[in-house]
């Protein structure tokens, strides 16, 4: 039992030390580190201090899966409970990854399980500006009948729409599925 504990223990230490380089849920506050080394936990709360990095580990594992685009390792860690809106620090979020990876089921996968549509990088981009900017028609189309906003723009200079980057990239199919 004593063994057992230990190494729960351990293994929460090991998942903190190794960090998600950059990959967090958006909808998750976490403690500071001055305040994880200075709360003590109670015995009991010792699996339940394992859970956490657990979390963090599943939302980055969603977000890599979203980025190959394999749908079926995305069902399995949303059934795990991994965060459908997990994000890197920049804001991405596992939907802009699946956008960019081109596979639609991984798409409705994560939108059906309650990722946001309008979710926005730190520059402004939606996962709409990735379907457009990659060429993902199918893409896009799914998310306009979702309601992703073909008018949001980006922050960065020039700030663009959907249908700008989709025209810069010379998709005009893209575009005219976006209301070009």
Known sequence: MHAQKFSTVLLGTALLALGLNGCASTSETKA?????????????????????????????QLWEAAQAGNTDTIRSLLAQGANPSTA?????????????????????????????????????????????????????????QQGADPKALTTGTPAKTPVQMALDQGDLRTARILGY
């Open 32 to 60: 500071t580190p001055s305040e994880a080394s200075t709360t003590p936990l109670p015995a009991t709360a010792t699996a339940e201090a394992a859970v956490v990095p657990a979390a963090d580990a599943l939302n980055k």
């Open 88 to 144: 890197t620090a920049s804001g991405e979020t596992a939907l802009h990854a699946a956008v960019a990876s081109g596979v639609l089921p991984a798409v409705m996968q994560l939108v059906s399980n309650g990722a946001v549509i309008s979710a926005t990088t730190a520059t402004g981009w939606t996962p709409l500006h990735h379907a457009a900017r990659f060429g993902r028609a199918d893409i896009a189309n799914y998310l306009i």
